[in-house]
């Protein structure tokens, strides 16, 4: 094992050039290439590698980075790109259509918040617009997972099981350029990894075929089933994805969610990215402490792991979303859909909405959201937790 | 996705375009220039792609993408960068209307240019925003009356073989479906030029030109003939050669077969000033590339 102290915008950069490498034997890759902070040294690293078969097109816009990607993936080469923010933004009917299309495209979504007002720092509203797009979303809370995610995900979205297009996203600074020491992969071990990618309705002068053309509602209800069908068979693939990944990389990947000290839990608080890792340290404090208290990290944002976290949460009687993201109108998003999981009515729910705009949630933060949480007899609307930092 | 057999004509018949529409005649001289080419064709939002039918039929004999509004130049990059990293000697097409091409598309068309890509890009322009019922486009001429210029268009026509020219790609022309064989030339030029191509072809549409669709070749036979629409060719933006010029014939005798410009404020004088001074600018450059 060899370490590496990089930042999370290199080691992305570095996986998607070995995943685009191990398709060289089949039909390559492709990605388009358009900077905006805080991802831009992914796409300056993608530029500066010499592919041995694979061009990254520096395009005008993220609109067109994504179709670069759409012709690229259709004419069956395996395609990536990255974005942040108003990038996503501005992309977003060509992430659309990239899904419609049963792409297998994969993008790092590096997490900023939406302007105006500019501001550069982690917000998850850019990728979370996407929500109702047909992409699975993995949040990653180190570099660690970061890197292996971005393996498993093309492993996940070109397996025919589910040919979909799959977004990686990190925290924009805290993640993309924070130094931290990564086992980064190697092209043997890739190559190993990753299947050679097909993609089934690559355009053909053999077998001609227009893709996209109209179609009337019975068609169009139906391929908007199929989409939803895939999403329902992505935690088998996951699941067969991460065991493989274990066997050649000799590491576990987390999966969907990830429950600590959930069983006898009387609170559970729930997060992401990397305000999840920082309530871990929390947790196992207040545990030593004797509470009753286990959180839920959750990474798989779409398909929305529904039964995984109803489960973990088990006989709980608080539980608190934190969301680094706020729906106007709503609250948070991830805790909206929390609530739409939860069958028990019960259970006490509160938001938590924290670190917008980037403000640094740190354990103290996240330990005066759990005493709020352990007092509470009844759940209001969203709690702002204001940072001011 | 569908699918029909190989070694269909491109354009495949059960198509729904109208009666006297120009595409149609392009894309079979397409077929026809591009027979032993057989292309990969990028279709942005544009009658175009209604021409295709619905799911599960197509008109189209060949492998055809559908492509969002303002992405044809990008998704075309991506399948003839694929295209070449395999050694697939198929080229990529992009068959986009005014709207896709001049307007909406002119982002991603500027920069597939600008990068020299390996694309052939071909805009039927109709002069309006024919798939959603005749609205003006930056191609409506002046005096034409759309949906969303009742009175008549005020402003004048884009240049946009000037702004492609601009971008010194090997190869920019104009087309006339009442110029067979200047336009299978072109088309030939273009299939043996690598790199970045653009041709425009102005396409009638009888729809919304309000003209009958039996004069639709008269039609730009007259456009050619008065000079309005020069047929012309560039190479790397700087070698000019013009193809036909223009005969005395009255642009009222255009004008006035098409119902769009009736009633409406144009001046024909004005615009023959106009005309004018575009052909200058054009003899001055074939005289310099001579």
Same mark, same amino acid.
């Given at each position: 094992m060899?370490?590496?102290?990089?930042?999370?915008?290199?080691?992305a950069?570095?996986?998607?050039?070995l995943?685009?490498?191990a398709?060289r034997a089949?039909r390559g890759c492709?990605?388009?290439?358009?900077?905006?902070?805080?991802?831009?040294?992914?796409?300056e690293?993608?530029?500066?590698v010499a592919?041995t078969k694979g061009?990254v097109?520096?395009v005008?816009?993220?609109h067109?980075?994504?179709?670069?990607?759409i012709?690229?993936s259709?004419?069956?080469?395996?395609?990536?790109?990255?974005?942040?923010s108003?990038g996503?933004?501005?992309m977003?009917?060509?992430?659309f259509?990239?899904g419609y299309?049963?792409?297998?495209?994969?993008?790092?979504?590096?997490n900023?918040?939406l302007?105006?007002?500019w501001?550069?720092?982690?917000d998850?509203?850019?990728?979370?617009?996407?929500r109702?797009?047909?992409w699975l979303?993995f949040?990653?809370?180190?570099?660690?997972?970061?890197?292996?995610?971005i393996?498993?995900?093309?492993?996940?979205a070109?397996d025919l099981r589910?040919?979909?297009?799959?977004?990686?996203?990190?925290?924009?600074?805290?993640?993309?350029?924070?130094?931290?020491?990564?086992?980064?992969?190697d092209?043997?071990?890739?190559?190993d990894?990753?299947?050679?990618c097909?993609v089934?309705?690559?355009?053909?002068?053999?077998?001609?075929t227009?893709?996209?053309?109209l179609?009337?509602?019975?068609?169009?209800?139906?391929h908007r089933r199929?989409?939803q069908?895939a999403?329902?068979?992505v935690?088998?693939?996951?699941?067969?994805?991460?065991g493989?990944?274990?066997a050649?990389f000799?590491?576990?990947?987390?999966?969907?969610i990830e429950a600590?000290e959930?069983?006898?839990a009387?609170t559970?608080?729930?997060?992401?990215?990397?305000?999840?890792a920082?309530?871990?340290?929390?947790?196992r404090a207040r545990?030593?402490?004797?509470?009753?208290?286990g959180?839920?990290?959750i990474?798989?944002?779409?398909?929305f792991?529904?039964?995984d976290?109803?489960r973990?949460?088990g006989?709980?009687?608080?539980?608190g979303?934190l969301?680094?993201?706020?729906?106007?109108?709503s609250?948070?998003?991830?805790?909206?859909?929390?609530a739409?999981?939860?069958?028990?009515?019960?259970?006490l729910?509160?938001?938590?909405?924290a670190?917008?705009?980037?403000?640094?949630?740190?354990p103290?933060?996240?330990?005066?959201?759990?005493d709020d949480?352990?007092?509470?007899?009844?759940?209001?609307?969203?709690v702002?937790?204001e940072?001011?930092? | 996705?569908?699918?029909?057999?190989?070694?269909?004509?491109?354009l495949?018949?059960?198509n729904?375009n109208c009666?006297?529409?120009g595409?149609?005649?392009?894309?079979?001289?397409l077929?026809?220039a591009f027979?032993?080419?057989?292309?990969?064709?990028v279709?942005?939002?544009?009658?175009?792609?209604?021409?295709a039918?619905?799911?599960?039929?197509?008109?189209?004999?060949?492998?055809?993408?559908?492509?969002?509004?303002?992405?044809?130049s990008?998704?075309?990059?991506g399948?003839s960068v694929?295209?070449?990293?395999?050694g697939?000697?198929?080229?990529?097409?992009c068959?986009?209307?005014?709207?896709?091409t001049?307007d909406?598309g002119v982002?991603?068309?500027s920069? $597939?240019a600008e990068?020299?890509?390996?694309? =052939? %890009?071909?805009?039927? *322009?109709n +002069?309006? #925003?024919g798939n959603?019922?005749g609205?003006r486009?930056?191609a409506?001429?002046?005096?034409?009356?759309?949906s969303?210029?009742?009175?008549g268009?005020?402003?004048w026509?884009k240049d946009?073989?000037?702004?492609?020219?601009?971008?010194?790609?090997?190869?920019?022309?104009?087309?006339?479906v009442?110029?067979?064989?200047?336009?299978?030339?072109?088309?030939?030029?273009?299939?043996?030029?690598r790199?970045?191509?653009?041709?425009?072809m102005?396409?009638p549409c009888?729809i919304?030109?309000?003209?009958?669709s039996?004069?639709?070749i008269?039609l730009?036979?007259l $456009?050619?003939?008065c000079g309005?629409?020069p =047929? %012309?060719?560039v190479? *790397?933006? +700087?070698? #000019?050669t013009i193809?036909?010029?223009?005969?005395?014939?009255d642009?009222?005798e255009?004008?006035a077969?098409?119902?769009?410009y009736a009633?409406?404020?144009?001046?024909?004088?004005?615009?023959?000033v106009?005309?004018?001074?575009?052909w200058?600018?054009?003899?001055?450059?074939?005289?310099?590339?001579?």
């Amino acid at each position: 094992m060899t370490l590496t102290l990089c930042t999370g915008n290199y080691a992305a950069g570095h996986t998607l050039a070995l995943a685009g490498e191990a398709n060289r034997a089949a039909r390559g890759c492709c990605g388009g290439a358009y900077p905006i902070t805080p991802q831009t040294e992914i796409i300056e690293y993608l530029r500066a590698v010499a592919f041995t078969k694979g061009r990254v097109v520096p395009v005008e816009s993220e609109h067109s980075a994504m179709g670069v990607c759409i012709g690229a993936s259709i004419a069956g080469a395996r395609a990536f790109t990255a974005s942040s923010s108003n990038g996503l933004a501005y992309m977003t009917e060509n992430v659309f259509a990239a899904g419609y299309y049963r792409l297998p495209i994969v993008m790092i979504a590096v997490n900023r918040t939406l302007g105006p007002p500019w501001n550069i720092w982690v917000d998850q509203g850019d990728s979370l617009a996407l929500r109702d797009a047909p992409w699975l979303q993995f949040y990653c809370d180190s570099h660690q997972d970061l890197v292996d995610t971005i393996a498993v995900a093309f492993r996940v979205a070109e397996d025919l099981r589910v040919l979909l297009p799959v977004m990686v996203a990190m925290d924009g600074f805290i993640t993309s350029h924070t130094n931290m020491v990564v086992d980064l992969l190697d092209q043997e071990r890739m190559d190993d990894y990753l299947p050679l990618c097909n993609v089934p309705h690559q355009l053909r002068h053999s077998h001609p075929t227009t893709v996209g053309n109209l179609t009337w509602p019975r068609e169009t209800e139906r391929h908007r089933r199929d989409i939803q069908e895939a999403m329902e068979r992505v935690p088998r693939v996951l699941d067969e994805a991460i065991g493989e990944f274990e066997a050649v990389f000799g590491r576990r990947v987390a999966g969907a969610i990830e429950a600590e000290e959930t069983g006898d839990a009387e609170t559970i608080l729930i997060a992401s990215s990397t305000m999840a890792a920082t309530l871990r340290h929390v947790i196992r404090a207040r545990r030593a402490r004797g509470e009753r208290i286990g959180m839920i990290r959750i990474k798989q944002f779409r398909p929305f792991p529904r039964a995984d976290l109803v489960r973990a949460i088990g006989n709980a009687k608080r539980v608190g979303v934190l969301d680094r993201n706020h729906s106007p109108g709503s609250g948070g998003i991830f805790w909206s859909e929390v609530a739409a999981s939860l069958r028990d009515a019960s259970v006490l729910l509160q938001n938590y909405i924290a670190g917008i705009g980037g403000g640094d949630v740190t354990p103290e933060t996240i330990d005066a959201i759990a005493d709020d949480l352990t007092r509470r007899t009844a759940a209001t609307d969203p709690v702002w937790q204001e940072i001011a930092v | 996705m569908s699918t029909i057999i190989a070694d269909e004509p491109l354009l495949r018949p059960g198509n729904t375009n109208c009666a006297g529409c120009g595409m149609s005649i392009g894309l079979q001289w397409l077929d026809e220039a591009f027979a032993d080419h057989r292309p990969y064709l990028v279709i942005p939002a544009a009658c175009a792609i209604v021409t295709a039918g619905a799911f599960p039929t197509t008109a189209y004999g060949v492998p055809t993408l559908a492509s969002t509004f303002a992405s044809a130049s990008a998704y075309a990059t991506g399948v003839s960068v694929v295209a070449e990293l395999n050694g697939d000697p198929h080229p990529t097409v992009c068959w986009a209307g005014d709207g896709g091409t001049y307007d909406i598309g002119v982002a991603s068309l500027s920069a $597939a240019a600008e990068r020299n890509e390996d694309i =052939l %890009y071909i805009c039927y *322009d109709n +002069e309006i #925003y024919g798939n959603t019922g005749g609205q003006r486009s930056s191609a409506t001429p002046e005096g034409a009356m759309t949906s969303t210029t009742p009175r008549g268009k005020a402003e004048w026509k884009k240049d946009m073989v000037a702004i492609m020219a601009a971008h010194r790609i090997p190869y920019a022309a104009t087309l006339s479906v009442a110029h067979r064989d200047d336009f299978l030339r072109k088309l030939r030029v273009a299939r043996e030029t690598r790199g970045f191509r653009f041709l425009l072809m102005l396409s009638p549409c009888p729809i919304g030109w309000k003209s009958s669709s039996d004069e639709s070749i008269e039609l730009i036979d007259l $456009a050619v003939r008065c000079g309005l629409f020069p =047929l %012309y060719e560039v190479h *790397d933006g +700087e070698r #000019y050669t013009i193809n036909s010029r223009p005969d005395g014939t009255d642009l009222r005798e255009y004008l006035a077969r098409q119902r769009r410009y009736a009633g409406t404020s144009l001046d024909p004088e004005v615009a023959r000033v106009k005309i004018e001074k575009q052909w200058e600018f054009l003899e001055v450059m074939a005289r310099l590339s001579s």
